[in-house]
């Protein structure tokens, strides 16, 4: 079956501009996650959804950002006004169970954003 | 606070050698450990879990992991490893009842050099 897709793969935007990233998780998984890879920050948590609600906002580093699941399924992760500190890699990862289980967490390609 | 220390943020290894990948973490409460590998231009995969009983885990690829609770580490093993296993280890935690967020090391970048 299809693992987690993640779209674009790589976006390049103007400082300032707003972004959207997007996450299909695997069909069926409840719990959803999204991280960030940079350089200076290593892998970081951002935010966690259980179906469409999200427990866990502590890892969004500002409140440019902010994060939709629509349906059980499908995320956005939004960045408004974009920083050149935003430019990284967004992973998505879901996982079958979630919340109160440690459940192996099925990783997507990414989206590497690059803000000028 | 919890966190994730890799001692190692590179690792060259000749072809056939073992290696050992080091992992230590600080935690108030129980933990959860993960080894995740990420191949050049590629998504994390998972290498292997600990939750819970026996504390030496056996992975994909030929890859262990023993759970030492009093030193509080995880450290990843293979007894000889090939070019291909070259690639960025990630050894991550989380926690019982947090939603199963991963809290992740800063990763080592193993090489193996033929």
């Known amino acids: 079956g299809a693992g987690v897709s993640q779209s674009p793969s790589n976006k390049v935007t103007e400082k300032g501009k707003d972004v959207e990233l997007r996450c299909d998780p695997i069909s069926g998984h409840t719990a959803l996650y999204w991280y960030r890879q940079s350089l200076g920050q290593g892998l970081e948590f951002l935010i966690y959804f259980q179906g469409n609600s999200a427990p866990d906002k502590s890892g969004l580093p500002s409140d440019r950002f902010s994060a939709e699941r629509t349906g059980g399924s499908v995320s956005t992760l939004t960045i408004q006004r974009t920083q050149q500190e935003d430019s990284a890699v967004y992973l998505c990862a879901s996982s079958l169970l979630g919340a109160g289980v440690t459940d192996t967490q099925y990783f997507g390609p990414g989206t590497r954003l690059t803000v000028l | 606070a919890q966190s994730v220390t890799q001692l190692d943020s590179q690792v060259p290894v000749f072809e056939e050698a073992p290696v050992e990948l080091r992992c230590n973490y600080s935690s108030s409460v129980s933990v959860y450990l993960f080894w995740y590998v990420q191949y050049p231009n590629q998504g994390l995969q998972l290498l292997l879990k600990?939750?819970?009983?026996?504390?030496l885990v056996k992975g994909i690829n030929g890859f262990e992991a023993e759970f030492n609770k009093s030193q509080t580490s995880f450290h990843l093993r293979k007894p000889s490893v090939h070019i291909s296993d070259t690639a960025e280890y990630f050894c991550a935690v989380s926690f019982y009842n947090q939603g199963g967020k991963l809290i992740f090391g800063q990763g080592t970048e193993l090489s193996v050099k033929p």
């Open positions: 600990y939750l819970s009983g026996s504390t």
